[in-house]
């Protein structure tokens, strides 16, 4: 009797315990399904609570690779989204669809293709980076916290953070924008130092990064990338990044071009003058057909026909300074799909701050030597000096963030040459 009751205990107990357990699943569901709903609602009312729409800090891809892009947005309750960004035209806008949903987390997703959000995710690459990736932007974001104040997003597929602020009521878009490039070209520049621990480094602009030259603790060189983004006041960097010891995390915007950092570190980042002829032996300046002159463009037809004949195209061709060397440099691509590359060295002398003499100096690397035997690249120099050294005056739109250089041949009115500071690819394919 004593066993039969012992088991019947066992099993109320087992009951009780299956019961309390079932239990305890239902409410734990429904409370997890109901915080999911208001969260999801929570998120939708802050999106749409701010009249002007979102200031949002974006940086796509990897954040040492491309740094940060400031667009604009408005969120709707009928779920449409008016975006526009810094790149495009101040008075541009683009709506499309988003939507906010549970996915391990509440998600924000940019729905429907729009041309000012997904530039920075398009893998046809039609801001900047490789055919089939583009810059690796994100469309869908975890919402990490959403406030009136700030609302934060991750990038479900590269993890880099976003930053939404409320875009004050008094100021239109378009002025904002105007304002905020305003600031930007009037920082940008090839060159900066950073005044830090009592040395002075130097930083180098690339595309929305700095880079900054110093040392390891062993004296070993080494460089420090700065993702940033510009603001209406300067600049802020993605994360604090720490050079030397101290932590940057952003500088702020001055007229006169020292910039002091904004977290009171004493760091100060100042801009470099450089003269004209330097900013050309400094840089690399890409050649465009187009924009030479009449007797440049007859020398390059006669370099064109000279890649023809061997079934070559010019994928580029510059003039600067690469791997140390001043001169001609290029790169072709041949009938066999392979591409080949080096270039001729020039001598060059500077004159003053915005002239300078160039002769080609009777050597190259690379490809440089056969190209020039067998695919008439003489005739690449003869513009910039061949068989007798040519002096120029050098003109340019900004002297601290130049998009181009004009060449003015002091002996030649003939022969003026533009030079562009972005990359141009196949030079030759809009001047057949």
């Known amino acids: ?114 041309n000012l959000f997904h530039v920075f995710s398009d893998p046809s690459a039609p801001l900047a980076g490789e055919q089939g990736s583009g810059m690796e932007g994100d469309y869908d974001f975890s919402v990490m916290s959403a406030t009136k104040e700030k609302v934060v997003l991750k990038g479900r597929k590269r993890g880099t953070y976003l930053e939404l602020t409320p875009m004050p009521t008094d100021i239109s878009w378009e002025d904002y924008l105007n304002k905020l490039t305003a600031v930007k070209n ?106 030479m002159g009449t007797y440049g463009q007859i020398a390059w037809n006669y370099f064109h026909q000279g890649l023809s004949a061997i079934g070559d195209e010019l994928i580029y061709g510059l003039i600067g300074t690469f791997n140390g060397r001043f001169g001609f440099h290029f790169a072709s ?28 100096a009777q050597s190259g690397y690379g490809s440089g030597a056969w190209y020039y035997e067998n695919a008439k690249m003489d005739f690449a120099l003869y513009p910039f000096g061949h068989n007798n050294a040519k002096t120029f005056t050098i003109t340019t739109d900004n002297a601290k963030m130049p998009s181009y250089l004009i060449l003015t041949d002091n002996d030649d009115s003939r022969n003026v040459i533009k030079l562009s500071y972005n990359v141009v690819y196949f030079p030759f394919l809009t001047g057949e």
């Open 333 to 360: 691509l041949a009938s066999d799909g392979n591409t080949y590359s080096g270039g001729l060295n020039m001598d060059v002398t500077l004159i003053g701050d915005d002239k300078v003499t160039m002769q080609f």
């Open 186 to 291: 009037d920082m940008l520049s090839l060159k900066y130092t950073i005044d830090i621990n009592g040395k002075q480094l130097v930083a180098s602009p690339n595309r929305r990064t700095l880079k900054v030259s110093t040392t390891d603790e062993d004296g070993n060189a080494k460089t420090i990338t700065i993702p940033y983004v510009f603001c209406t006041d300067g600049i802020k960097t993605y994360m604090p990044v720490n050079v030397d010891g101290v932590e940057i995390t952003g500088f702020k915007y001055s007229a006169d071009g020292t910039y002091e950092a904004d977290n009171g570190s004493g760091v100060v980042l100042k801009q470099v003058a450089q003269s004209l002829n330097q900013l050309l032996i400094g840089y690399q300046w890409f050649c465009y057909f187009p924009d």
């Open 1 to 114: 009797m004593k066993k039969i009751f012992y088991l019947l205990t066992m099993v109320v107990a087992v009951m009780t315990v299956s019961s309390c357990s079932n239990e305890q699943e239902d409410f734990f569901n429904d409370s997890s399904a109901n915080r999911a709903n208001a969260e999801i609602k929570n998120t939708i009312d802050v999106l749409c609570s701010a009249s002007n729409g979102w200031i949002m800090q974006y940086f796509p891809g990897e954040p040492e690779t491309w740094g940060g892009y400031n667009m604009l947005a408005k969120f709707d309750k009928d779920g449409k989204v008016t975006v526009a960004n810094e790149v495009s035209f101040a008075d541009y806008t683009e709506t499309s669809y988003f939507s906010v949903k549970q996915s391990a987390g509440v998600m924000l997703s940019f729905d429907t293709y729009n």
